[in-house]
């Protein structure tokens, strides 16, 4: 009988320590799922917070874009309207020196005759005389 009473303590003690095992397993599960759950929950704020980083640095970088972009049509416009005076500039002396030079002709071909310069010289001294 003490052999059948040992066997007996040492199975309620294999089911105690087996219960105990389980018990154990079931708290490290439980213990791991919330590990899991605290890890997925890390993961997705710094997924959320690499989103938003990414999304402020692009529109960081549009902004500078469009800044840089507006100084260069601004730039540009200058730039236009400078070439545009230089260009009028250029046209207005060398309509200038046409002008001259078909003045010029004119005189010439009204001054080649004596009489033509005769009458205009007294045309003109009788306007001055008058004014």
Do not use: P, W, Y
Request: hydrophobic share 40%; charged share 35%; no cysteine.
């Amino acid at each position: 009988m003490g052999a059948i009473g040992e066997r007996e303590r040492s199975i309620e003690d294999a089911l105690f320590k087996a219960e105990a095992a389980k018990d154990e397993m079931a708290r490290l599960t439980n213990e791991n799922e919330q590990l899991l759950k605290q890890a997925r929950a890390e993961r997705d704020l710094i997924l959320k917070e690499a989103k938003q980083v990414k999304d402020q640095i692009i529109s960081e970088a549009k902004n500078a874009a469009h800044i840089e972009g507006n100084k260069l049509i601004e730039k540009a416009k200058i730039e236009i309207n400078s070439q545009k005076a230089i260009a009028m500039a250029d046209v207005k002396n060398q309509i200038s020196t046409l002008s001259l030079d078909i003045a010029e002709k004119v005189l010439r071909k009204q001054f080649e005759d004596k009489q033509k310069q005769d009458a205009l010289v007294a045309d003109l001294l009788k306007e001055v005389k008058l004014n």
